[in-house]
């Protein structure tokens, strides 16, 4: 039985996906047999409130030009995508410009304290245009999507995941005719070493 156990506890915003958070707490427990790695799913905002409060000693999370004194670090960047109907588009499209969704509703992704924060994102990072309604979780969004009802955006990682044959992934295009990007980072207080063993671990699964 092992004793004197410490803990990593590790907050991660809940629309990034998970695979690669579970793969680096496997190896880094089987490294260091001593710490427990606690995997913590919030919001974008709630995030960052529990770094603050010292409730977790990592968050895993998208950059949206907050300077909050934190110490961070890139893991990696990733395409936006948008997740529209089957059948919307030819099947040889692969991306598609922003401004030719704006007709159509958006489904934000968010629980309804999570709401501001991700309608800022779209809206005022993302610039969409978009009239937009509130959705509880990507799997509720993709079903009224698969309905035929609008889109919703999410990252390649997490676009990954969906498994809905009914539904087409669509890499977005800013003004620029370029693939819009999600930067996930690293952010911590402490700059102790088992922090960064763990982004390093992180990383490297990305």
Same mark, same amino acid.
């Given at each position: 039985?092992?004793?004197?156990? /410490? $803990?990593?506890?590790?907050?991660?915003?809940?629309? !990034?996906?998970?695979?690669?958070? #579970? %793969? =680096?707490?496997? +190896?880094? /427990? $089987?490294?260091?047999?001593?710490?427990?790695?606690? !995997?913590?799913?919030?919001?974008? #905002? %709630? =995030?960052?409130? +529990?770094?603050?409060?010292?409730?977790?000693?990592?968050?895993?999370?998208?950059?949206?030009?907050?300077?909050?004194?934190?110490?961070? +670090?890139?893991?990696?960047?990733?395409?936006?995508?948008?997740?529209?109907?089957?059948g919307s588009y030819p099947s040889g499209i692969?991306?598609?410009?922003?401004?030719?969704?704006?007709?159509?509703?958006?489904?934000?992704?968010?629980?309804?304290?999570?709401?501001?924060?991700?309608?800022?994102?779209?809206?005022?990072?993302?610039?969409?245009?978009?009239?937009?309604?509130?959705?509880?979780?990507?799997?509720?969004?993709?079903?009224?999507?698969?309905?035929?009802?609008?889109?919703?955006?999410?990252?390649?990682?997490?676009?990954?995941?969906?498994?809905?044959?009914?539904?087409?992934?669509?890499?977005?295009?800013?003004?620029?005719?370029?693939?819009?990007?999600?930067?996930?980072?690293?952010?911590?207080?402490?700059?102790?070493?088992?922090?960064?063993?763990?982004?390093?671990?992180?990383?490297?699964?990305?």
């Amino acid at each position: 039985m092992r004793t004197n156990m /410490e $803990q990593l506890k590790i907050a991660y915003f809940n629309q !990034l996906g998970r695979k690669e958070l #579970d %793969q =680096a707490k496997i +190896k880094f /427990e $089987q490294i260091y047999p001593n710490i427990k790695v606690k !995997l913590i799913s919030t919001g974008h #905002d %709630q =995030a960052f409130e +529990k770094l603050a409060s010292g409730d977790v000693d990592l968050v895993i999370n998208d950059f949206r030009g907050e300077e909050n004194g934190f110490i961070k +670090k890139d893991l990696t960047e990733v395409g936006v995508m948008a997740i529209v109907p089957r059948g919307s588009y030819p099947s040889g499209i692969q991306m598609i410009d922003k401004s030719d969704l704006s007709n159509l509703t958006c489904f934000i992704v968010a629980k309804p304290e999570e709401e501001v924060a991700e309608l800022h994102l779209l809206k005022d990072i993302y610039t969409i245009k978009s009239p937009f309604i509130a959705s509880n979780s990507v799997e509720e969004a993709a079903l009224l999507v698969a309905s035929g009802s609008g889109y919703f955006l999410i990252n390649e990682i997490a676009a990954n995941l969906i498994k809905n044959d009914s539904l087409q992934c669509l890499f977005l295009l800013d003004e620029d005719g370029k693939i819009m990007r999600q930067t996930i980072m690293a952010y911590y207080v402490k700059d102790t070493s088992c922090n960064n063993k763990f982004v390093e671990m992180l990383k490297s699964e990305y």
